[in-house]
């Protein structure tokens, strides 16, 4: 499974974009990136995820470099409940598991 | 919706002692798992099952068992507790591991072994 390299912490004015990057330069053509957040110590959750197309939902958009060494989560509108831990991880088609590195810990700031 | 309920919710251990960690879904989801989570790291894998009767290990599986009877439990066994152990174990469960699944994890077991 392709690792994943994101930084350890960032922070975010409180009603700005928070863009949180991931370095996957090993990853195979058929393994997907997504991402999961986790909040104070709860469950991760499920934010996004993508192959190689840039994806949006309700939560969050996902842009994925050409290359696909690279991608970028980005939250539109930071609030304070978006404070957590954010893990992006690479999951290869029929794999089993969700390979969890340390995480980005984002902060957001009002 | 329930999603997925982990049973207890702290738990202190004696070393040597033994105990069940449960974990349960509503969803109909053929593929459950189990993490664990030492403070300050990211989550590893401990056991994982893709169906009733089917379990296979994780990153992490020694000094812990699994059983998957049905489709709804999947608990998790501790043996001989060890001071090793203490940290806070996740279960998961998705509809498979095939392209656009999400995973559901439960809230968490806080687990202390002294």
């Known amino acids: 499974d392709a690792k994943t390299t994101q930084p350890p912490s960032m922070d975010c004015a409180e009603g700005r974009a928070a863009n949180l990057p991931c370095n996957h330069s090993?990853?195979?053509?058929?393994?997907?990136v997504y991402w999961y957040r986790q909040i104070h110590s709860q469950g991760p959750q499920y934010i996004i995820h993508g192959l190689k197309n840039n994806e949006t939902n309700e939560m969050a958009s996902l842009i994925i470099t050409e290359d696909r060494k690279s991608s970028t989560l980005i939250l539109p509108h930071a609030t304070l409940r978006d404070t957590a831990v954010y893990y992006c991880?690479?999951?290869?088609?029929?794999?089993?598991?969700?390979?969890f590195g340390t995480g980005t810990r984002l902060t957001v700031i009002p | 919706n329930a999603g997925v309920t982990q049973t207890p919710k702290f738990r202190i251990l004696k070393i040597g002692q033994s105990m069940t960690l449960q974990c349960t879904q509503d969803m109909n989801h053929n593929y459950m798992y189990w993490y664990r989570q030492d403070p300050g790291m990211g989550l590893k894998l401990i056991y994982y099952s893709v169906g009733a009767g089917i379990t296979d290990k994780g990153e992490v599986p020694n000094g812990y068992n699994v059983s998957r009877s049905t489709t709804e439990d999947f608990p998790l066994r501790l043996e001989l507790a060890a001071p090793s152990q203490t940290s806070v174990y996740f279960c998961?469960?998705?509809?498979?591991?095939?392209?656009?699944?999400?995973?559901?994890f439960g809230q968490g077991t806080r687990l202390t072994v002294v």
């Open positions: 991880i690479v999951w290869a088609r029929g794999a089993n598991n969700l390979f």
């Open positions: 090993t990853i195979s053509g058929n393994e997907y």
């Open positions: 998961a469960s998705s509809r498979s591991s095939v392209v656009n699944t999400e995973a559901f």
